[in-house]
């Protein structure tokens, strides 16, 4: 069991939820008395929030969440679960526990995050996992932007691409990012091996344990390697799909 916060109204200025990264597994009456940041004040949450127990594994936030920021900023530990788009800076530091956005997330999502799991059922803006250093981000839609710029861990897939490549993975040094059939692949990488990758199996099934939803063809498919960024250490790398296979 779990607990739900519901918006009671319409926010007016952006929302912080970064203290609630470490309330994930708390009760409704601790949760509705954090005081969170709106805009230039203090409120409590029960203040902004409905409070009631879910079903749902952690915390689950619900209601029209685009102008709060943070959410699960620093999250350690537990699932926080976003049940619509949320703006700026969601998982930014993440430690470690799970992350889902059912929606788009807005600028500088995941940025410096160390590890966890976060999935995003919408588009993500520009920023997306800048300065990753280890675990999984899936986004189901389009990334925008600049994205895993000076990524040096961890693993990213962008299950239908980014609409500016050149922009994506500058500045690489480690870690692997995983890009939909047709993609465009920066000119920082040169193409290594087509091949049926076995641990990219493995780690789209733990996906799919997780809740996610892979694109037909994706699980048993061919992927082109490549090696890059030239201008970093070149020991980070982009799979782009090349034949799909159920």
Same mark, same amino acid.
Request: proline residues 3%.
């Given at each position: 069991?779990?607990?739900?916060?519901?918006?009671?109204?319409?926010?007016?200025?952006? %929302?912080?939820?970064?203290?609630?990264?470490?309330? /994930?597994?708390?009760?409704?009456?601790?949760?509705?008395?954090?005081?969170?940041?709106? $805009?230039?004040?203090? /409120?409590?949450?029960?203040?902004? &929030?409905?409070?009631?127990?879910?079903?749902?594994?952690?915390?689950?936030?619900?209601?029209?969440? @685009?102008?709060?920021?943070?959410?699960?900023?620093?999250? =350690?530990?537990?699932?926080?679960?976003?049940?619509?788009?949320? !703006?700026?800076?969601?998982?930014?530091?993440?430690?470690?526990?799970?992350?889902?956005?059912? !929606?788009?997330?807005? *600028?500088?999502?995941?940025?410096?995050?160390?590890?966890?799991?976060?999935?995003?059922?919408?588009?993500?803006?520009?920023?997306?996992?800048?300065?990753?250093?280890?675990?999984?981000?899936? #986004?189901?839609?389009?990334? @925008?932007?600049?994205?895993?710029?000076?990524?040096?861990?961890?693993?990213?897939?962008?299950?239908? $691409?980014?609409?500016?490549?050149?922009?994506?993975?500058?500045?690489?040094? =480690?870690?692997?990012?995983?890009?939909?059939? !047709?993609?465009?692949?920066?000119? !920082?990488?040169?193409?290594?091996?087509?091949?049926?990758?076995?641990?990219?199996?493995?780690? &789209?099934?733990?996906?799919?344990?997780?809740?996610? *939803?892979?694109?037909?063809?994706? %699980?048993?498919? #061919? &992927?082109?390697?490549?090696? $890059?960024?030239?201008?970093? %250490?070149? *020991?980070?790398?982009?799979?782009?799909?090349?034949?799909?296979?159920?």
């Amino acid at each position: 069991m779990g607990v739900i916060l519901m918006l009671k109204n319409p926010l007016e200025t952006l %929302l912080d939820l970064a203290p609630l990264s470490e309330l /994930v597994n708390a009760d409704s009456e601790e949760l509705a008395n954090a005081k969170l940041a709106y $805009g230039r004040e203090f /409120v409590f949450a029960v203040e902004l &929030f409905t409070a009631a127990p879910s079903s749902e594994e952690g915390l689950t936030l619900n209601g029209n969440l @685009h102008l709060c920021i943070n959410a699960g900023a620093g999250l =350690r530990e537990g699932k926080m679960t976003i049940a619509s788009s949320v !703006g700026a800076s969601a998982g930014e530091g993440m430690l470690g526990g799970e992350l889902i956005v059912h !929606g788009s997330v807005g *600028k500088n999502a995941c940025r410096e995050m160390h590890n966890g799991f976060v999935r995003i059922d919408g588009d993500a803006g520009e920023g997306l996992a800048r300065g990753m250093r280890r675990g999984m981000i899936v #986004v189901s839609g389009r990334a @925008h932007g600049e994205t895993c710029a000076a990524l040096r861990g961890g693993t990213v897939l962008l299950l239908s $691409g980014t609409d500016e490549p050149e922009q994506l993975a500058r500045g690489l040094s =480690r870690g692997t990012v995983i890009l939909p059939k !047709g993609a465009g692949v920066p000119s !920082g990488f040169s193409r290594a091996a087509s091949l049926d990758y076995s641990f990219l199996r493995l780690l &789209f099934l733990e996906l799919e344990q997780r809740g996610g *939803k892979l694109p037909q063809g994706w %699980l048993g498919g #061919v &992927f082109t390697r490549y090696r $890059g960024d030239a201008v970093g %250490l070149g *020991k980070g790398e982009i799979f782009v799909l090349s034949e799909e296979r159920a």
